[in-house]
């Protein structure tokens, strides 16, 4: 009697992507959609609603708003784990270069990177508000605590470490693995990355999808995705700390 291991089905990878992504960013994507329906279908313009995001919750009671941060934190961390644990089950976690052996080159690509995406990015933001394609977005909105920068910090972390995981690392892996081109494999996993952002409008919907294509072709020239998740975080902090700093003080956002 044979003791080999019998061989994994091609549909394997197929399965394995839309599990992820049913429990994390495709996941998002739906609710995303029908958030933009929601907007589109109100008696006002698109450029004059305030999309908000990192809300309190509980902004009378500190100590349960800040459980409840933590808590939206953890969670969405589920599914990159998961993501890593697939690919070490078939072999392909240490491909992904998602690791702290070259931290020099993980800092300057992504420094490098958040540059390349922030700058162009919030010309485009401001743009496709002002033509009336993108809702003003409000990144920052928690109650005025000691722990809100923290916090803020966190959510910047998860965001860079769910997204670029999970959309670079994990579903790229799969995509290659049920032989899809690489430049068809980068744009679907942008379009995904746009769907997810489509609730603040048609600005973020198509700059996310440049995001994505710049990434992925990133993430293929330099074979890791630290750099991206590097990125990714830089240009959260920037957004939610800097939006949290400024608003108060300016109405141009």
Not at 153 to 173: A, I, R
Request: charged letters at 10%; a positive charge; glycine letters at 10%.
């Amino acid at each position: 009697m044979s003791s080999a291991a019998p061989a994994a089905s091609p549909a394997r990878p197929l399965t394995e992507v839309l599990l992820v992504l049913g429990v994390s960013l495709g996941q998002s994507a739906v609710y995303s959609l029908l958030s933009i329906i929601e907007k589109l279908t109100r008696d006002v313009p698109l450029n004059q609603q305030t999309t908000s995001m990192n809300n309190s919750v509980t902004p009378d009671r500190s100590w349960l708003d800040l459980a409840y941060q933590l808590a939206g934190i953890a969670f969405p961390l589920v599914p990159m784990l998961l993501s890593l644990y697939l690919l070490r089950l078939t072999g392909d976690r240490a491909g992904i270069g998602f690791d702290l052996r070259r931290p020099g080159f993980d800092l300057g690509r992504g420094f490098l990177a958040a540059a390349v995406i922030g700058i162009p990015g919030l010309a485009f933001y401001f743009a496709a508000r002002e033509l009336g394609f993108n809702t003003n977005v409000a990144p920052a909105n928690l109650a005025a605590n000691w722990w809100t920068i923290p916090v803020l910090v966190g959510y910047s972390l998860m965001n860079g470490l769910l997204e670029e995981v999970v959309m670079l690392g994990f579903v790229l892996k799969r995509f290659e693995q049920m032989r899809m081109g690489p430049w068809v494999a980068i744009a679907v996993s942008a379009v995904i990355r746009g769907a997810y952002h489509l609730y603040q409008g048609f600005g973020g919907f198509v700059g996310n999808i440049v995001m994505g294509l710049v990434f992925g072709w990133m993430y293929r020239r330099w074979g890791r995705v630290m750099p991206l998740v590097v990125a990714h975080v830089i240009l959260d902090l920037v957004s939610f700390i800097g939006y949290a700093l400024v608003a108060p003080y300016t109405d141009w956002f």
